[in-house]
């Protein structure tokens, strides 16, 4: 998380922030801290990089991050709802945004439909009720 904090401060230096664990980057398992050089050649990268949904060995799943990320949005409406709140800017790693986007977005895409640069976004319109985001642009 500690490029997320680097990035919101730079962005919004006078606003408070809370830090959501739920946030965090997936957990890559034996992929974690290689590099593509490292990793591109090995019989568990390809398995994992070929395959549909997309398992790591020792690492977090798929539906385990979709999972993870759809609490996260649930605590962020109850907040925003309990506190009377209709702007918010979530800074979340770039996985954490394709799939949020994947899963939530109005319409067809794939998580590389929501690639996104470092310190770069989207701005979103979120829809409590449905659990919904339409991307109004990049950010």
Request: with cysteine; charged share 30%.
């Amino acid at each position: 998380m500690r490029r997320c904090i680097e990035t919101v401060t730079t962005i919004f230096p006078d606003m408070s922030y809370t830090i959501l664990d739920e946030l965090k980057e997936r957990d890559f398992g034996i992929f974690e801290g290689k590099s593509y050089d490292e990793l591109q050649n090995t019989e568990e990268y390809q398995a994992f990089i070929n395959s549909e949904d997309r398992e790591i060995v020792g690492g977090e799943s798929k539906v385990d991050l979709f999972n993870r990320i759809k609490e996260c949005l649930e605590i962020i409406i109850a907040d925003l709802s309990d506190n009377n709140i209709e702007n918010i800017a979530i800074v979340t790693h770039g996985g954490v945004i394709m799939h949020m986007l994947a899963k939530y977005h109005r319409g067809d895409g794939t998580i590389y439909d929501y690639t996104v640069e470092n310190g770069k976004g989207f701005l979103v319109k979120f829809f409590p009720e449905t659990m919904e985001m339409q991307v109004i642009k990049s950010i």
